[in-house]
């Protein structure tokens, strides 16, 4: 499992830093770029999530050729054509042309999430996968503890050869995702018979491990796998989640900007809640594959994210608005890399390629929502407090849907 998780694990996670920094900084591009575009901040907001809107559409065909063509080509070709849409968003003139390169955007990041959990979990057994998910999730905040400073010195580049200092950030920020996917294409493998690191009996234990892992009613086929209640159920339980993410990291910036700080203080202020989302992700990764209940800690890591978010908005202060959403931030990284273990329990083959997809498009939809509704109705009220109030409603909707769950997976 060590040798695996050395292999695998830092470059999957180096790619999940990129992917996260290429959706979510465009926060930070909107603290200059909005009035240069003339963007209003329910524009911005579509624009933000119209991402999701493309990934969600090709999320299911995009992992379907992966389980056809194999995760090692597919994840490659993903990164290479994301980064490539990522750079190009740098030469957007209008709030059109920002929507087609976000969508775009989308349509080339999909399936990269649910390729990297169905490859994980061919080479992971079930009591590893919590903390195998979680040290490859620590991409989200690990991307956003980056992204703020890196983003900020890249918008001071301002008039370097003619170009605004956000077009310089989108292409510093996308050109990387390419040269990533080479060198998945060059170290990763698609199944554990063919890792080269691992010695013959090294190889045969784990295929037996695999093999010997009991699971609650397995799904193989795909269409069996859609019409599963678990499946539906996941998939809603994901979106309320997902859209309390997306909606404090894309509107996190322009939310601090409101007390008067500067950009660079934003950018530094920015990375304390995924400071303290790497941390405790981890703590909580650990605690949770030592009980096997991955049910309750996600209910617990929903409810605890809706009590940050209410939090957050009760002072008007920088401190208390900050350990709000501190605690916000944390609970929501965890509950993704809890929540991801749940549907390998009963999915497996072409069943949890495609029911993995489905899940996540259906799921992430919450990043399209999160975006445009916190801008929305911060149009209409001149506040964020009150698109904070329903993110934290929909994650209590999470909880309720969660505590369901108990009577479809059993054994918890």
């Not at 690191?197 to 009991?214: I, S």
């Not at 309320?240 to 007390?259: A, E």
């Not at 008007?316 to 329990?345: K, M, N, Q």
Request: net charge positive; glycine share 10%.
């Amino acid at each position: 499992m060590r040798k695996n998780a050395w292999r695998l694990l830092p470059l999957l996670t180096l790619a999940f830093v990129f992917n996260y920094i290429d959706r979510t900084s465009v926060g930070f591009a909107a603290l200059t770029m909005n009035q240069d575009l003339g963007l209003t901040a329910t524009q911005f907001g579509w624009g933000a999530g119209i991402l999701f809107a493309g990934y969600c559409l090709f999320e299911m065909p995009s992992n379907l050729a992966m389980y056809k063509v194999g995760a090692r080509r597919w994840l490659t070709r993903i990164m290479v054509t994301w980064g490539l849409a990522a750079a190009g968003t740098a030469f957007v003139q209008g709030p059109t042309s920002f929507y087609v390169l976000r969508f775009l955007l989308g349509v080339a990041e999909a399936g990269f999430f649910p390729g990297v959990t169905f490859l994980l979990a061919a080479w992971f057994p079930a009591q590893y996968r919590v903390r195998v998910l979680a040290f490859f999730m620590l991409g989200v905040p690990i991307s956003s503890i980056v992204a703020g400073p890196m983003s900020v010195w890249l918008l001071q580049l301002d008039g370097l050869m003619g170009m605004h200092g956000w077009q310089w950030m989108f292409l510093v920020q996308g050109l990387p995702a390419v040269l990533i996917g080479l060198v998945l294409l060059a170290k990763l493998r698609d199944h554990p018979r063919d890792a080269d690191w691992l010695t013959h009996d090294e190889r045969e234990e784990l295929l037996r491990m695999l093999d010997e892992e009991p699971r609650h009613q397995p799904k193989k086929a795909l269409w069996a796998a859609l019409k599963d209640g678990r499946v539906l159920l996941l998939a809603a339980i994901q979106f309320g989640f997902v859209l309390g993410s997306y909606g404090i990291g894309i509107w996190l910036p322009q939310i601090l900007k409101q007390h008067g700080l500067s950009l660079s203080h934003i950018g530094y202020l920015s990375t304390i809640p995924y400071i303290a989302a790497v941390i405790g992700m981890m703590v909580w990764a650990r605690i949770v594959d030592k009980s096997g209940k991955q049910v309750m800690h996600l209910l617990l890591a929903c409810l605890l994210g809706a009590v940050g978010l209410a939090a957050s908005t009760v002072s008007s202060g920088l401190a208390a608005e900050l350990f709000g959403i501190s605690v916000a931030v944390l609970a929501v990284s965890s509950a993704r890399a809890i929540f991801w273990t749940i549907p390998t329990r009963f999915l497996t083959g072409v069943a949890a390629a495609g029911g993995l997809a489905f899940i996540n498009s259906i799921g992430t939809m919450g990043g399209f929502f999160g975006p445009y509704l916190v801008g929305a109705i911060k149009d209409y009220t001149g506040s964020f407090s009150a698109g904070i109030w329903a993110m934290s409603a929909l994650l209590v909707m999470s909880a309720a849907l969660t505590a369901s769950l108990w009577r479809l997976v059993p054994k918890e």
